[in-house]
């Protein structure tokens, strides 16, 4: 065995981090995104790969000097829809791949920049998260000299407009558009430009949808205090769901559409609190139940770090509707736990993980199989497959 030695910064460029990834539907096979660095430009690139469930080593399923991120399977298992900027560095853009083979298409012509998105359970559709190009850069842009120069002076007009890794914000705030696959046409379901929406979510009916939103009368002074909306499919009046004032997220419906799990902490800045699971109904014609309470957990959190992948981890509901599988921050650790929706605190179990970090766990439509990452003090974080009904 050759002699342990020190880490050292050459050793980063060998490192390649998973930024995200998802099990297919049927559970055979996992699409993951993989970022490297270029030791030459220093620029970062991402690739997607494929690996089955089953056995066989993983194969490059895109690659190039460019970044391809997301990936999102279709709810039919034969296409996978990701973000590129393979066409502009400075843009990315929707595309979808077939799983058997062909290359990736094009599907939209934004200018903009894309955030969460969701296919539609007919596969026709994706719902997106979406801040449009302001203006004024659009024409800096096209103008020579305007580009040159640059951002010659800022006018400040929001309490928060400035954030780490991003830098000044836009003036347009993200939306949620739907875009058309086929076609790329797309529609603006939402346009407040005092509010923004984020993590969408589509009903499995797909006559729903659910997003989360701060509509306080001034949501950059009162930042923590999101509420869970919804809406019908094809836009129009949306509504509150009848919730505690607080920090609420992470809304799934459940396998019938009539209910919406979500994770939120009860009380108007009371970010101290644990983050309990919440359980309501879609016609708001009941107030959530939050099934965590007497349980001194913190539900949906995670152990940071910067080999984990990004977006945050979704409460599941298993298949038959009666449970529901989430992340939990215990001693130092994060592991998978599951409850009954109607069995009450008893019913709460660790199902996965002890003295390490587990997260985002993906599973199959049949909750059979999950897919996470996993890491400790030892390893940095590689995907885990674990077969529920055999372990």
């Known amino acids: 065995m050759p002699a342990k030695q020190p880490l050292s910064p050459d050793d980063l460029y060998r490192m390649q981090i998973i930024t995200g990834y998802e099990l297919a539907p049927d559970g055979r096979h996992v699409i993951y995104a993989v970022q490297r660095v270029d030791r030459t430009s220093e620029e970062k690139y991402s690739d997607l790969w494929l690996v089955s469930t089953e056995a066989g080593e993983p194969r490059r399923f895109t690659g190039g000097d460019h970044v391809d991120r997301a990936p999102r399977w279709s709810p039919d298992g034969r296409q996978i829809a990701f973000l590129s900027n393979r066409a502009d560095k400075e843009q990315f853009q929707l595309y ?16 903009g920049d894309f955030g969460d998105f969701v296919w539609a359970p007919d596969g026709r559709t994706i ?31 929001r309490l928060v407009h400035k954030w780490d890794g991003e830098g000044f914000l836009p003036e347009e705030r993200r939306h949620l558009w739907t875009v058309d696959v086929a076609s790329g046409k797309t529609m603006q379901l939402t346009d407040d430009n005092r509010y923004e929406e984020s993590e969408p979510a589509w009903s499995p009916d797909g006559r729903w949808i659910a997003f989360v939103s701060n509509r306080t009368p001034d949501p950059d002074l009162d930042q923590i205090n999101t509420r869970i909306f919804v809406m019908p499919a094809a836009g129009g009046y949306f509504r509150a ?89 215990r001693h ?54 674990t077969h529920l009904d055999t372990g």
């Open 241 to 329: 769901v009848d919730a505690p004032r607080g920090d609420m997220n992470s809304p799934v419906f459940s396998p019938d559409s009539t209910q919406i799990a979500f994770y939120g902490t009860e009380g108007t800045r009371q970010f101290w609190r644990n983050t309990d699971l919440w359980v309501a109904p879609v016609d708001g014609h009941a107030a959530a139940r939050n099934l965590t309470a007497p349980l001194d957990i913190c539900a949906g959190m995670r152990t940071l770090g910067d080999s984990h992948a990004a977006p945050p981890s979704l409460p599941v509901w298993a298949a038959d509707g009666d449970r529901l599988f989430f992340q939990v921050s």
């Open 127 to 157: 719902l997106c998260q979406f801040r449009k190009r302001d203006a004024a850069v659009k024409e800096r842009e096209a103008d020579p000299q305007k580009k040159k120069l640059g951002v010659v002076a800022r006018h400040i007009t």
């Open 332 to 385: 130092g650790s994060t592991v998978f736990a599951q409850i009954d929706v109607n069995g009450g605190p008893d019913t709460y179990a660790v199902t996965l993980g002890e003295n390490e970090a587990l997260d985002q766990p993906s599973y199959d439509d049949a909750r059979q199989r999950v897919v996470y990452q996993r890491s400790n003090a030892l390893d940095p974080g590689d995907l885990w497959v």
């Open 96 to 111: 979808v791949i077939p799983v058997d083979g062909g290359e990736a298409r094009r599907v939209t012509e934004a200018e």
